[in-house]
């Protein structure tokens, strides 16, 4: 458990042995990777983008044990209806007391006995949501993706949450170009737009960290401004040129 944004975004979860026993691994890679969810807090409670892997499922119960007060309402928001993202959810409303469940896309949340609340954002459009009294957000539903997906914006800090994108923070240059295949259909594709989108996300907001859903994250208004234009720059190149 770390903070992203001191005092208000905490990243937890833990790391992976990341081989080809990982679906999003390139081949030949051997190490360890982060996997992470996010914890921001507000002045009347606290709301935790994603909620892990099972792995990690009894480290992000302790680590939530530390930062949240008894009894301290607790909201939950998915970036994706993936199981890396939701399959903690029954175990922390065992442990917590959360109050709704946001989500996007048709597929259903898991058992929740939580409300539960579906939100439709336009891809290339962002949505600012009151999620927990005292936290507003900016869904951001970029067209970087392949099922329904949201990044999450918090206005007061500058923290980007940006779900499985940017996720090639603590690799070498080469690996985190590698980690585009999960991509193939981009060689095939105009691919301006969606990297237009990246730009204007950043150019349009004040980041000044990045969370991914893996990997390390990246903090510094500039640092972020730079991965992006990287990230764009190499998706324009394995589009029609």
């Not at 208000?8 to 081949?27: F, H, T």
């Not at 607790?74 to 994706?80: D, F």
């Not at 175990?91 to 058992?111: C, K, L, N, Q």
């Not at 927990?132 to 099922?147: A, F, K, Y």
Request: hydrophobic share 40%; proline share 6%; net charge negative.
């Amino acid at each position: 458990m770390e903070g992203l944004l001191t005092g208000r975004i905490y990243r937890l979860g833990g790391d992976i042995e990341l081989d080809e026993r990982v679906s999003w691994c390139p081949p030949g890679i051997r190490r360890t990777q982060a996997v992470n969810c996010y914890l921001i807090k507000g002045p009347s409670g606290s709301v935790l983008v994603d909620t892990g892997v099972r792995l990690h499922q009894a480290d992000i119960i302790e680590q939530l044990d530390r930062l949240l007060s008894p009894g301290e309402p607790l909201s939950i928001v998915l970036t994706r209806t993936e199981m890396e993202c939701c399959l903690n959810i029954p175990a922390i409303e065992e442990r917590f007391t959360v109050g709704s469940v946001w989500y996007t896309g048709g597929i259903t949340v898991p058992r929740s006995k939580a409300e539960s609340k579906r939100i439709a954002v336009d891809p290339g459009s962002s949505m600012r949501v009151k999620v927990m009294d005292g936290v507003v957000v900016e869904l951001v539903s970029p067209l970087l993706r392949l099922l329904p997906t949201l990044w999450v914006f918090d206005p007061e800090s500058g923290g980007l949450l940006t779900s499985d994108a940017f996720t090639h923070g603590g690799s070498a240059v080469p690996e985190a170009r590698e980690g585009l295949r999960k991509f193939r259909w981009f060689s095939g594709a105009d691919t301006g737009p969606i990297a237009r989108n990246i730009r204007d996300i950043f150019r349009n907001r004040d980041v000044r960290a990045v969370g991914p859903s893996y990997g390390t994250p990246f903090g510094g208004t500039d640092m972020c401004l730079d991965q992006a234009g990287e990230l764009a720059r190499a998706i324009e190149e394995m589009g029609i040129q």
